[in-house]
């Protein structure tokens, strides 16, 4: 259901209700989200999903005050937790309220990019580098190869020995492997996604000002 239309226009909450089908309004704040979220620890999401939920909803409350509501946008937008989110779907299954809290994440992963205000941590940054280098894969080959995303990941971020001494231990695993699984059409991916930019478009106009990964 699209719960956009009781929620001012132009608002990141506005997106959020018309994408995931709830309107950030229906959080009560109970906190079971962030409870149950793996990356909401210490080091690691530096707003939990409860918080970023509150932020969406005072976007609501100051609607009528351009800066005050420019300003929780950035702080919702500007966030790492959507980009440490590991769209695990732990928030979603446990919220008494339905929101889609993962969802949440992934609007405000794309509309960071859109508006060019995502967070510039290096934790950020990695996220975004690996999630372009996975779509790359993905719209190249149809299929991961596991050692080639790793390879491109790590000449992407210049960060080349962090985790190294995993890799090994992965491969006796069975879990790397060193040949590529072979390639498969890539038209159905290509057209799902293209279809997706489309529709994006459709309630924002073009992402003219888009940085980064998309
Ligand atoms: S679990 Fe649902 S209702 Fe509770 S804080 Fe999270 S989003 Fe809000
Ligand atoms: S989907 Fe993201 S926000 Fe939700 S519990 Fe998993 S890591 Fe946390």
Known sequence: MDHSGSLPTGTVSSLVARATGTSPLACYQCGRCAAGCPQNVAGEMDLSPTQILRLLQLEIAFATDPSQAASLQRR????????????????????????????????LRQESLRRGLYSGSPQARSAMAL??????????????????????????????????????????????HLLPPAGHDTTAVRRAVESLKRRREEWHGPAAGEKGSG
């Not at 919702?76 to 339905?98: E, H, I, N, V």
């Not at 050692?147 to 962090?162: C, D, G, P, Q, S």
């Open 131 to 176: 999630h372009k280098t996975f779509m790359e894969g993905v719209l190249r080959r149809g299929r991961i190869h596991e050692l080639t995303l790793v390879a491109l990941y790590k000449l992407r971020t210049m960060n080349l020995f962090e985790d190294a001494l995993l890799g090994p231990a992965m491969f006796l695993k069975g879990k790397l």
């Open 76 to 107: 919702a937008l500007g966030a790492d937790t959507p980009w440490l989110c590991a769209g695990c779907q732990a928030c979603s299954s446990r919220c008494p309220q339905g929101v889609d809290v993962a969802g949440v994440m992934d609007v």
